[in-house]
């Protein structure tokens, strides 16, 4: 026998309640309880969704991804990865560079909560990168053959920044580094 279908509205309540409380208070003052208390919802419903706040960060932040980051697709490298870069980089300057913070935290405390991280959203963002990254290469605009190092040329600077210096998070910065990557990109080794 199965229970009653989760109501799509308590999903959301719960997510905005996390958001919001992480937005005011960081993360290390939000609590599950406290997460129950600004949605409306019992502490059960919570935690029958969730198992601790960092994976509520986690369904906050990859259904933030799903909602509000599609991947491009313009018919140009360049301006591809530009708009996916620079709305990112937006993102990342508000409430989901927080979560993101929060997230890579809660993931070197936890390697199997790490693994959930990169499989729920990490994986997802890559995979918007490979899209363009293939779509690029059929119009010959990328000769390297390994989309894996570029992917990474793509986010392993928004990460080191989003950690240690969130200040360079500026379109500006989306520009050079989207020009780097398309330039290596261009070239095979």
Do not use: C
């Amino acid at each position: 026998m199965t229970g009653r279908p989760r109501d799509p509205a308590v999903d959301d309540a719960i997510r905005q309640a996390a958001l919001d409380l992480i937005t005011e208070q960081g993360y290390r003052a939000v609590s599950m309880e406290g997460i129950a208390a600004r949605s409306g919802v019992s502490k059960q419903a919570v935690y029958r969704r969730y198992a601790g706040k960092g994976e509520v960060i986690l369904d906050v932040l990859a259904a933030y991804a799903r909602a509000r980051l599609p991947t491009p697709d313009t018919g140009d490298l360049r301006e591809d990865l530009l708009t996916l870069l620079e709305n990112t980089f937006a993102a990342q300057r508000g409430a989901p560079g927080a979560l993101n913070q929060a997230l890579a935290a809660e993931a070197l405390q936890a390697p199997a909560f790490a693994r959930r991280v990169n499989t729920e959203l990490i994986v997802a963002r890559r995979d918007a990168v490979r899209q363009i990254l293939s779509r690029a290469r059929d119009r010959g605009q990328v000769a390297h053959p390994d989309d894996e190092v570029l992917i990474d040329l793509v986010f392993g600077p928004m990460w080191y920044a989003l950690l240690f210096d969130t200040g360079k998070l500026t379109d500006a910065y989306a520009a050079a580094l989207t020009d780097a990557v398309v330039a290596v990109a261009a070239h095979a080794p």
